[in-house]
T-cell receptor, first 114, second 114 residues
Framework: EAQVTQNPRYLITVTGKKLTVTCSQN?????MSWYRQDPGLGLRQIYY???????DKGDVPEGYKVSRKEKRNFPLILESPSPNQTSLYFC?????????????FGSGTQLSVL | AQSVAQPEDQVNVAEGNPLTVKCTYS??????LFWYVQYPNRGLQFLLK??????LVKGSYGFEAEFNKSQTSFHLKKPSALVSDSALYFC????????????FGKGTMLLVSP
């Protein structure tokens, strides 16, 4: 089954403790992206990747890191989480060939930073 | 910069009645436009997209959207609402030229009452 898999589904952590949220897709998509969803703000893009070893900042990249060493994986890293990073996070992927391609989303990761 | 506005935080409609969820956009060139739906505790799912051609686009689950270039709008519609249509709906835009990222609106909660 074609899917985008995120782990963990829920995560509670404390300020300053490094964490990684994993994202993997099995559709051979070139493009992958991370979003955060906050009430009243909708989805805001954190980082995206056009292909392996190619990443770029989205609208709200501060406090986050990403890497794209393999085509299928795009982990989101919070080196020193803070309470304002409490949010619902989504990973998404698509083919890159045409800009009208639809995005496939993971089920989300609910992160709470205490 | 591209942007999307969804002027209604919530739309209430009775089952069997027609529904409209509004979206207006701003891009410097020609747009690609998308609608996504998010059911509770799920990731976003693609509903439909406008690329070019007919201004009325048909999508999944009986939804359609009307592209109006002069009003820069892309309203989502359905002739007869179902209770199961209750969800959070997001409009998104991407400029055709080059490769810009997808910008989402803040979302509109649709509540269909029995």
């Amino acid at each position: 089954e074609a899917q985008v898999t995120q782990n963990p589904r829920y995560l509670i952590t404390v300020t300053g403790k490094k964490l990684t949220v994993t994202c993997s897709q099995n559709m051979n998509h070139e493009y992958m992206s991370w979003y955060r969803q906050d009430p009243g703000l909708g989805l805001r893009q954190i980082y995206y990747s056009m292909n392996v070893e190619v990443t770029d900042k989205g609208d709200v990249p501060e406090g986050y890191k990403v890497s794209r060493k393999e085509k299928r994986n795009f982990p989101l890293i919070l080196e020193s989480p803070s309470p304002n990073q409490t949010s619902l996070y989504f990973c998404a992927s698509s083919f890159k060939g045409r800009t009208n391609e639809k995005l496939f989303f993971g089920s989300g990761t609910q992160l709470s930073v205490l | 910069a591209q942007s999307v506005a969804q002027p209604e935080d919530q739309v209430n409609v009775a089952e069997g009645n027609p529904l409209t969820v509004k979206c207006t956009y701003s891009v410097s060139g020609n747009p690609y436009l998308f609608w996504y739906v998010q059911y509770p505790n799920r990731g976003l799912q693609f509903l439909l997209k406008y690329i070019t051609g007919d201004n009325l686009v048909k999508g999944s689950y009986g939804f359609e959207a009307e592209f109006n270039k002069s009003q820069t709008s892309f309203h989502l519609k359905k002739p007869s609402a179902l209770v199961s249509d209750s969800a959070l709906y997001f409009c998104a835009v991407r400029e055709k030229a080059g490769y810009s990222t997808l910008t989402f609106g803040k979302g509109t909660m649709l509540l269909v009452s029995p």
